[in-house]
């Protein structure tokens, strides 16, 4: 158990729908990551936030959103959904952006289905 | 940009065999190297992590890996492989420039042979 949390485990939705998954960090760690695992792309990085500003993106669609709130918990917002992005998704949290790298810890994932 | 590549997207053992998953990495500085195991279902546990210091570190599960800058590669070994190893491999590199994002390999999944 990595001591980050993620809800719900499991989404099935239709395509068009709207969905956020919802992710709690280690405690103490102030950097949030998510990152989607799928088939076609495999592992990728789609952002980063670090006590509640938004750090660095990845290959995230413009339909794809996220922020982090003062409780340092993440939401990642998903909108007009299509088959493609029915995947895994991940959620990692470190202790803090600094000089040195600071290691991730990965939940268990939300697997979304869109239909 | 760094990049990760596997060259090996199944790899199939027998038990009790050594095994060596191949990971090359492209990065201009020094990099952070880490191999990650997923298990079917399952979430990613982290095996083992290359930061600096000794081009040899030892993970769990009775995993190893070795640094070398002039091949640029992290390769994964283990001397035994158990059944219970048959799981997904990945390797990644981490970037120390606006954020700490990984990037992935393709990934190796990895069948044991009884």
């Known amino acids: 158990d990595s001591g980050v949390t993620q809800t719900p485990k499991h989404l099935i939705t239709a395509t068009g729908q709207r969905v956020t998954l919802r992710c709690s960090p280690r405690s103490g760690d102030l950097s949030v990551y998510w990152y989607q695992q799928s088939l076609d792309q495999g592992l990728q990085f789609l952002i980063q936030?670090?006590?509640?500003?938004?750090?660095a993106k990845g290959n995230i669609l413009e339909r794809f959103s996220a922020q982090q709130f003062p409780d340092l918990h993440s939401e990642l917002n998903l909108s007009s959904l299509e088959l493609g992005d029915s995947a895994l998704y991940f959620c990692?949290?470190?202790?803090?952006?600094?000089?040195?790298?600071?290691?991730?810890?990965f939940g268990p994932g939300t697997r979304l289905t869109v239909l | 940009a760094q990049s990760v590549t596997q060259p090996d997207i199944h790899i199939t053992v027998s038990e009790g065999a050594s095994l060596e998953l191949r990971c090359n990495y492209s990065?201009?500085?020094?990099?952070?190297l880490f191999w990650y195991v997923q298990s079917p279902g399952q979430g990613l546990q982290l095996l083992l992590k290359y930061f600096s210091g000794d081009t040899l570190v030892q993970g769990i599960k009775g995993f190893e890996a070795e640094f070398k800058r002039s091949q640029s590669s992290f390769n994964l070994r283990k001397p035994s492989v158990h059944w219970s190893d048959a799981a997904e491999y990945f390797c990644a590199v981490g970037s120390n420039n606006a954020g700490n994002m990984l990037t992935f390999g393709g990934g190796t999944r990895l069948m044991v042979k009884p």
């Open positions: 936030y670090y006590n509640g500003e938004e750090r």
């Open positions: 990692a949290s470190s202790e803090r952006l600094a000089s040195s790298y600071n290691e991730q810890f």
């Open positions: 990065y201009g500085a020094t990099p952070y």
